[in-house]
């Protein structure tokens, strides 16, 4: 890839991997407009990596507290806390998603990855996503999380497995559904982005590991880079705003871009 290549690409994930919005409906514009080839495995390890960092500043203190509290709690030196039982319906939520990235993810690859199925899944699930910010209660917190929410939640992560859902829109979209706030329903979705990156990144740097081929480190190394940057400051301001802007500038950028892929399908 050339350097323009990489900076895009690289911008594109990190400010898309945490709105709701689809980044992998933005991955597919540059290349629809401009026939670049797909960026390949080792690239998309490197972004994600970048991401997966990202998210892991920001939300290190709470990442630590919840890490410390489960430790203590795994090993009977402590009860039960707030912490140690939002880590509990972390690891549970992502069981679902887990499972069946493991179970179809050769199916996916073969059948759904195209930009007709990227363009009526951000349709869908922008309504969707609409549909929930408007009807949901917002009356509950993280503290009022149990683990039959967690699971539902998980279950709905499940689904972005399917190109187009957006990870980050369809968790939003549970937790909503559920009755959380803005707030917590985009925190609880952040925060299960770490187990679940994790094992994303992991899958792909194994498959990475049993391909054969030189390994382009600075285009890596610059990807990982722009990605994590442009991930934290998204996940900032998408924290500050959410809860007075709410969800509708979301949906309506998804229509948009959902109606522009539906063009470049057909055109």
Known sequence: MDLIQVILLALIQGITEFLPISSSG?????????????????????????TWFAVILYFRRDLWSMARD??????????????????????????PA????????SVIEAHLRSTLVVALTTLIFGAALGWADWRGSRQRTLLDMTWKLALIIGLAQ???????????GI??????????????????????SVPVIALSGGYKTLQLWL??????????LWGAL??????????????????????????????????????????
């Not at 540059?30 to 970048?50: C, I, N, R, T, Y």
């Not at 887990?98 to 993810?105: C, E, M, N, P, S």
């Not at 990605?227 to 400051?233: E, K, M, P």
């Not at 959410?242 to 399908?265: A, C, E």
Request: contains cysteine; charged residues 10%; glycine residues 10%.
């Open 26 to 50: 933005h991955l597919l514009l540059p290349k629809e407009l401009f026939g670049w080839s797909d960026q390949g495995l080792a690239f998309d390890v490197a972004v994600h990596v970048g």
């Open 70 to 95: 489960w430790g203590l709690h795994l090993g009977a030196r402590q009860e039960a806390t707030d912490n140690s039982r939002l880590a509990w319906y972390l690891i549970l939520a992502t069981l």
């Open 98 to 105: 887990a499972f069946a990235g493991l179970a179809l993810d």
């Open 158 to 168: 499940a689904l972005a497995l399917i190109p187009g859902t957006s990870r980050s």
């Open 171 to 192: 968790t939003i979209t549970a937790a909503l559904f559920l009755g959380l706030t803005r707030h917590d329903a985009a925190r609880f979705s952040f925060l299960l």
């Open 211 to 220: 391909q054969s081929g030189p390994v382009p480190w600075g285009d890596l």
């Open 226 to 267: 722009l990605a994590g940057l442009s991930a934290f400051v998204c996940i900032h301001y998408f924290m500050q705003y959410i809860s007075r802007m709410g969800m509708m500038p979301f949906v309506v950028y998804r229509f948009i871009l959902g109606g522009v892929l539906l063009l470049l399908v057909f055109a």
